[in-house]
């Protein structure tokens, strides 16, 4: 009896001894090996937010992304190199061989991307091939994807993103705080080699999705603008070209073209010097302030008008084809005698407009080229804008008054000119060129709503627009210098403009390199669009905006006014 | 066979119903933690392939494990007793065939190596048996029967003491190879029958001696012994290798608090303890309900214990009272030892916490254990009859 007590003593005493070990433990060192283990047991993964979506005026996707699978390897934990390339290559379709050696390559890495945006049936027979062979060899992780539905279209609006998915150009650079969203986070519990426990309940903060910028490009009418630009541009081996279409009651950009292109996706190609890729890449429309040339004389003749100065039917005494002022010699392409100020537009006088150029005065003139918003960016929501030059008065010289009126001495970027057209085409209102109409939350809430057009400023009175309009402009097209953009079923109305360009390395302008410039509206009695062709550096003798731009102004007007007004009826008794 | 007369098996009671539900209460408890330190990170809520496929397993050995026991509490444990010579065929032949089986783990292409030891005799079907775990029971029988022998003088070495030394030591030293803590814990139930029978003092001290000797041996046979023995001396376990464990270990129980995370909540068995579904089971337990889950667990032992000695004490059988001594010694120094691991008291060995941690093996012949140790108390005199004894 007492030595069966002793050994059940014992036992209890043991038992007894590992429960208040128990004990002991929690108090002296549960809080400190409690926090340990929380540490290793959470893990905060990052759900990434979907970069929103850049749509067209009408709602139609142009840039958005999509979850696309990713086909990763950790080659350290390949056993049979050959075994597994050979099934992984049959599914990717790649060689095998070039697989193994990459694979072989990398063995001492524990990650390798072996194929991204791999096709979802690829993807599912790379998970079955995992499961069958219940490796960790290979892997499928879903990558957001940026997916340009158009291609190449408007790639210079649009922009592209880096490797981090960053805007680096364009509206995706303008606008990335809002596309991009705000990534999300969820602190899991995990289990020793880091995987989430599904089992428990993880704290989430959930990703907002990026917000999506509605254009007012129309993508048909960018489509028709790239493709009649982009085959002059070609042909002619021009440096670039810019084709903007506006809406002049709105100042809403319905397209707004650069040739050459790029692709989004790949904005700096691995054969293109960096240099070459980076000149392919800046929206000229934008970016790039050219002397205007002849297509400047209309701002200068209209505004004269609306001051009173003269009047568009006054007759000016040409006497051409060569004046000198002051010992500056200014030419006309044609002798004249006399010339209404609305022929001087027609026949794009220089003459004409330098005799008009004394009349108004270098105080007026620079009045009238900041009153329609020259020098100074138009505001239009796209990185890059340039100003453009116009000299402060105080440097403007004698040789001003003769050279602002004829689109020299200055600089003006594509837009600004188009938008300065505009007041021509509407009543006289400048309008602030915009871009974007709206930005939606992802949940298709507001963000912003810019729609409404922004008035600058009256710049003419709506009689003299339409006198300028009626008869300067459509005689420019009807028997003057724009005759190539004559259409049948639509009165366009139009100016020409053969700008000078700099000759960086002698100084002076170049001889044989100019920028040919067509500016339109159409139809006459009721603008509907603002078209801008110009042509930079075309590689031909005939370089003239009437013989270059008009052409492909006339086209893209042509598709345009039939995709918004419907086609033309055809002209009553007339069979072709 | 020799069919026992019946009134020598004449009972005073039935077995005894807190054993059958306090180890009945540890099966269920250890079905449950089983089943969640199973657990994987990747699987659904509900899953039926993955049930059928292993989680369930457990809990068809608890059954399993509780009808044996049910069952041996229904049979007098008499049975087993060799008091007459030609009595001794039950015990007899559940001694040789303990040694059989366990001398089958050396033999080349039946025993199953699992990190590094081979302890288990493989199975048709994916399964596996594990001698030890019969060679507890078969022990504790075998040293009763020859303990009762009415011609054993447990004062003469060769025809008392020493008999049942080698005889026993046998089984303690052919487990102990190649399982080190059962071997040491056989070896205690072993002596510790042998002292409540009365044994010499001066043979026991030898005993001891010699036990140590051999343990020493055992030690040096396997290098990671003695691995973890010095883990569990350092100042700075080795977080690493042998130390990872018991940090873990502790770690799970810490971070269950007092009264733990909740069952099925438990982190620690996702991939950061190992072996947390059978010798580290207990951690799971204070993980997922706490330290008073963990006391809990360790009070149903000390009750058992208790009810243990309440029959040992009581019983009129002398067999029954060592049996009762022995199967409890067995259960309880067992679970005593587990909890001492797993907290870090005792070095490292893979002691598995009995009824609970998974294993078949252990939960049918610890239940055939119980089942005995519950039939014993039917040689309990009822109060009543208290006076005629």
């Known amino acids: 009896m007492i030595r069966a007590a002793v050994v059940f003593v014992a036992l209890g005493a043991a038992l007894l001894a590992g429960a208040r070990h128990l004990v002991e433990l929690e108090l002296a060192d549960g809080p400190r090996l409690r926090a340990r283990a929380r540490d290793q047991e959470r893990k905060t993964f990052v759900l990434p937010a979907v970069r929103g979506s850049i749509l067209d005026a009408r709602g139609r996707q142009l840039v958005s992304t999509s979850r696309q699978p990713c086909v990763f390897a950790d080659p350290s934990l390949i056993t049979n190199f050959a075994f597994e390339a050979a099934a992984i290559a049959e599914i990717l379709e790649v060689d095998p061989r070039w697989l193994e050696s990459e694979l072989l390559r990398r063995r001492e890495t524990r990650y390798w991307v072996i194929a991204r945006q791999v096709r979802e049936d690829q993807a599912e027979a790379v998970r079955d091939l995992v499961r069958h062979r219940r490796t960790r060899a290979f892997g499928i992780k879903m990558e957001n994807w940026r997916h340009y539905s158009y291609g190449r279209l408007a790639s210079h609006v649009l922009g592209f993103v880096g490797f981090e998915r960053t805007g680096l150009a364009g509206i995706e650079q303008r606008f990335d705080d809002l596309l991009r969203g705000r990534d999300g986070r969820r602190r899991s519990m995990v289990d020793a080699r880091s995987r989430r426990i599904r089992q428990l309940t993880d704290e989430t903060e959930p990703a907002v999705d990026g917000a999506s910028v509605i254009l007012t490009l129309d993508a048909t009418i960018q489509q028709s603008a790239e493709a009649h630009l982009g085959a002059c541009v070609s042909e002619f081996s021009a440096a670039w070209g810019v084709a903007i279409v506006m809406d002049p009651w709105s100042g809403e950009v319905l397209a707004c073209a650069v040739a050459p292109s790029y692709d989004p996706l790949d904005p700096s190609p691995d054969r293109m010097d960096e240099d070459v890729a980076a000149q392919l890449r800046i929206n000229h429309a934008v970016a790039s302030a050219v002397e205007p040339g002849s297509i400047f004389k209309p701002f200068i003749a209209s505004a004269a008008v609306d001051g009173g100065l003269i009047t568009i039917d006054e007759e000016l005494e040409i006497d051409g084809p060569v004046r000198s002022w002051r010992g500056r010699r200014i030419h006309d392409f044609k002798r004249h005698e006399w010339l209404p100020l609305w022929g001087v537009l027609a026949q794009s006088s220089n003459i004409g407009m330098g005799i008009l150029g004394d009349r108004v005065g270098n105080e007026r003139l620079y009045e009238y080229v900041r009153r329609f918003g020259f020098g100074e960016p138009t505001g239009v929501r796209l990185p890059g804008e340039a100003w453009g030059t116009v000299r402060p008065l105080e440097l403007w010289d004698d040789y001003s008054t003769q050279s602002i009126p004829i689109g020299q001495e200055m600089a003006a970027t594509p837009l600004q000119v188009i938008a300065a057209f505009s007041a021509l085409c509407n009543d006289g209102i400048l309008y602030r060129p915009r871009i974007v109409r709206g930005v939606l939350g992802a949940d298709g809430e507001t963000l912003e709503d810019c729609s409404r057009p922004i008035p600058i400023r009256r710049v003419l009175e709506p009689e003299v627009v339409r006198a300028v309009r009626e008869q300067g402009l459509r005689a420019v097209v009807e028997e003057g210098t724009g005759r190539r953009a004559q259409l049948d079923g639509w009165q366009v109305f139009g100016k020409t403009g053969t700008g000078q360009i700099d000759d960086r390395v002698n100084g002076g302008y170049l001889e044989d390199l100019h920028t040919a410039s067509f500016v339109c509206g159409a139809p006459l009695e009721n603008p509907r669009i603002s078209v801008l062709v110009s042509i930079y550096k075309a590689q031909t003798e005939e370089d003239g905006g009437g013989k270059l731009a008009a052409p492909v102004a006339k086209l893209i007007v042509a598709d345009t006014l039939a995709y918004l007004e419907g086609p033309v009826p055809p002209r009553d008794g007339v069979e072709d | ?389």
């Open chain 2, 1 to 389: 066979m020799d069919v026992r007369p019946l009134e020598s098996l004449e009972t005073h009671r039935g077995f005894d119903r807190l054993v059958v539900l306090l180890a009945g209460l540890l099966m269920v408890l250890g079905t449950v933690m089983v089943y969640s330190a199973t657990a994987t990170v990747d699987q659904r809520a509900f899953d039926l392939q993955d049930i059928l496929g292993g989680r369930i397993r457990q809990a068809v050995f608890a059954v399993l494990g509780f009808l044996v026991m049910v069952f041996a509490a229904q049979i007098d444990c008499r049975i087993w007793r060799w008091e007459k010579p030609g009595d001794g065929w039950w015990a007899g032949s559940l001694y040789v065939a303990a040694v059989v089986l366990l001398v089958a783990l050396f033999l080349p292409g039946i025993g199953e190596e699992r990190m590094g030891a081979t302890r288990s005799l493989r199975l048709p079907g994916g399964l596996s048996f594990q001698p030890g775990e019969f060679a507890k029971v078969a022990l504790v029988i075998w040293t009763a029967a020859v303990l009762c022998q009415p011609w054993r003088d447990m004062r003469r070495v060769v025809r008392g003491y020493g008999y049942v030394l080698v005889t026993g030591g046998l089984l303690v030293g052919l487990v102990g190879v190649e399982d080190f803590g059962t071997g040491a814990l056989l070896g205690v139930v072993l002596v510790g029958m042998l002292f409540v029978s009365g044994a010499v003092w001066w043979h026991l001290l030898l005993t001891g001696f010699a036990g140590a000797a051999v343990g020493g041996f055992l030690i040096w046979l396997k290098p990671y012994r003695f691995q973890r023995l010095m883990t569990w001396f350092s100042d700075q376990p080795d977080v690493e290798g042998a130390g990872y464990q018991i940090l873990q270990s502790q770690m799970a129980i810490a971070s269950g608090g007092w009264w733990g995370r909740g069952l099925g909540a438990g982190v620690r068995k996702y991939g950061y303890l190992p072996q947390d579904n059978n010798d580290f089971i207990f951690a799971i337990v204070c993980e997922e309900i706490g330290v008073i889950g963990g006391l809990a667990v360790v009070t149903m032992f000390l009750l058992l214990l208790m009810r243990g000695w309440w029959i040992a004490t009581r019983s009129g059988s002398p067999f029954c009272r060592l049996i009762a001594v022995g199967v409890t010694m067995t259960i309880c120094l067992q679970a005593a030892f587990n909890v001492a691991v797993v907290t870090n008291l005792v070095p490292t060995k893979g002691i598995s916490l009995p009824f609970v941690s998974a294993g078949g093996s252990g939960v049918l012949f610890l239940g055939l254990a119980a089942g005995m140790l519950a039939s014993t108390a039917r040689t309990v005199p009822l109060p009543a009859e208290t006076a005629d004894e």
